[in-house]
């Protein structure tokens, strides 16, 4: 199977726009970014891959012809929050069947003016008309948390503390500023015991990659070693909602495991973690569905550093979903950018030290127990 | 590159059904009929994937969660009226690549719920704001055609006659009754030339196959030779319009070269074709665009019975999307179960004698010239 390769990436600031700001514009200026990052132009790309959720009918064409790339062979691909990955997943398969050689990954959302009012629950989500919707089930999962593991309030909030003291130095990312423990603790209520800032932003944004087979590696004339995607897991699931352990993550369990198992890797071996942290206290579950963390010691990982950028296995490098905001279908690919700027050494103030093996995360798809969701994980290294 | 091989094929029969017949109750219904053709049990599909535009977000989470899929890598792929044949191409890809052996794969819509009044132009489609929407694009297609091909409404009108003697004979066409030549001509008007039943009608259903691996077969058992995906090209592009030849074809003509270069083929050795022919027209002008009627023929080989089962080149034995129905995502699906059913010599009193290679086409997107559209060709043989 030919190897697949990142060899450039790029974004545009994740924020919220104004409606001249468009989908198409978003996705345009992150491809160009990618573009201009590795020198590709425009005839060396052959397929175009585009991941979002609310961008309506054939949004991909539409952005492809924008970029003087219509004619190519372009695909959209949805799987909620985990559209990005999807996207780059459809792309690394192409490209392990020897379909294409250097092709353009897109994810994109223009969530400020498409999802008025947020994303709702599906109109048939009977979990959701009693009130069970994301914040809610995120907030029972925090105590659930806090009562089987003796962790603290304090503990979960530092989760926030982190993502944001990483993203001062993400010149991407939606806030680029620190905040204390106290502004996240005296936040404003959102479902206790979870605040404001416990909750990843509304955002428009988009990030971009080129993905080469290594005989489009030696086409551009790369000499330098790039980034290879070992491994996109996907896998499906429902939470089981009102039985069992909310906080059981077994959607997590298996897709890391499938990805360690396609990447080939002792988990062990990983450097650092771009999370899908939707709330605080998922990005300490799922590290701990991954097996990344020992079950129970998230909360106090965090507090004590082992987590933050120079800890033994610093998550959310970027801010994460938190700090460097969620524009839905570009998340996935916003943690490829980030992987790929840690893993060649270009990351600047919030770089990882010798990061050689990496993982991102997704989960799309809603807390409740009746719809299904779709978890991604991508290993890549260098 | 591992060989890719259709061993079942399902679907519900197309129309319009009641709010309680859900998208997920038509793709299950669909998956299970797939399933049920070639013996193959939940636990032997490794993967599936979905086409579809309006099932909003993770529509395929649901749809595997009520087959007791559940847990299974799910994707959901969009390219509007290609959606189906898009999911197809993810299938073949993964399959290339030796990610799966036995995947289902699935193309579902349901408009009459979830798209009030029919497919709607983009907000921003500046032509379709001025009234270039479908019908009146396909019109004046039309009316070009007869003027540049000294063709007649009548002929035009044959494509309608004979898609819908062919579905009678079709247990899941919406329309199964044979039409007169006289009531197409005078049918309600929509744009002139074109009446009511030059124009597919809005449509509820689902269609799905199980796609297989030289391996997988081995590992279900079955023994007789079944039919080979050989190609599934996907190209974008941008119809010219107000300028230039609107019959130009010229982006059904970029995908047909591909497919046939993908799959090997002499175009000339095609012994039928399922056609998109969301217009009468459309049905004519794309066939001339693949090359596989000289340009100016299309209509007079339809009236003289050349398109007809029996016929030199049967189009669409189905029925087609003016009388099988166009539930918009399934579309793409539908056309490869016929495919299998034909290739398989299972298509009963429609069955194209002694069929060896087909070929099906899709096109999604607006006519107008500001958005991208999607064309994708499947080429199969036995």
Request: glycine share 12%.
């Amino acid at each position: 199977m030919p190897k697949t390769l990142i060899v450039g990436a790029g974004m545009v600031r994740f924020g919220k726009f104004a409606p001249e700001i468009t989908l198409e514009k978003l996705a345009t200026g992150a491809a160009r970014n990618a573009m201009k990052d590795c020198g590709v132009s425009r005839k060396d790309i052959e397929a175009v891959f585009v991941g979002h959720v609310f961008g309506g009918p054939v949004a991909g064409q539409r952005i492809a012809t924008e970029l003087g790339l219509g004619g190519l062979p372009v695909s959209n691909h949805e799987n909620y929050c985990a559209s990005g990955a999807t996207a780059l997943r459809e792309a690394w398969t192409a490209i392990s069947a020897g379909l294409y050689d250097i092709v353009l990954v897109i994810g994109v959302e223009k969530m400020t003016d498409r999802v008025k009012g947020g994303v709702a629950p599906d109109a048939n989500d009977l979990d959701a008309m009693h009130g069970y919707i994301m914040t809610a089930g995120h907030a029972m999962s925090a105590r659930r948390y806090m009562h089987d593991h003796n962790a603290t309030r304090e503990q979960i909030a530092a989760v926030v503390v982190k993502n944001h003291a990483h993203s001062q130095h993400n010149p991407y990312a939606q806030y680029q500023h620190a905040i204390s423990l106290d502004e996240v603790l005296h936040a404003r209520p959102i479902a206790d015991p979870l605040g404001l800032l416990d909750c990843s932003p509304i955002s428009d944004g988009a990030a971009a990659a080129i993905v080469c087979s290594e005989k489009g590696l030696a086409k551009l004339g790369i000499t330098e070693k790039r980034p290879e995607v070992r491994g996109v897991a996907l896998v499906s699931g429902t939470l089981r909602a009102g039985t069992g352990d909310i906080n059981e993550e077994d959607i997590s369990r298996r897709a890391g495991r499938l990805a360690y198992q396609m990447a080939s890797i002792d988990p062990a071996d990983i450097d650092f973690v771009e999370m899908h942290d939707c709330f605080s206290i998922a990005e300490i579950v799922r590290m701990e569905g991954l097996d990344l963390i020992p079950t129970g010691e998230g909360a106090r990982w965090t507090e004590s550093g082992k987590t933050s950028i120079g800890g033994q296995l610093p998550v959310n490098p970027s801010g994460g979903l938190l700090s460097r905001g969620h524009p839905v279908g570009a998340t996935g690919m916003a943690q490829v950018c980030e992987l790929y700027w840690q893993l060649t050494g270009q990351a600047g103030a919030r770089q990882v030290e010798d990061a050689k093996l990496a993982l991102a995360y997704c989960k799309g798809g809603t807390v409740a127990g009746t719809d299904g969701g779709a978890v991604s994980v991508v290993v890549m290294s260098v």
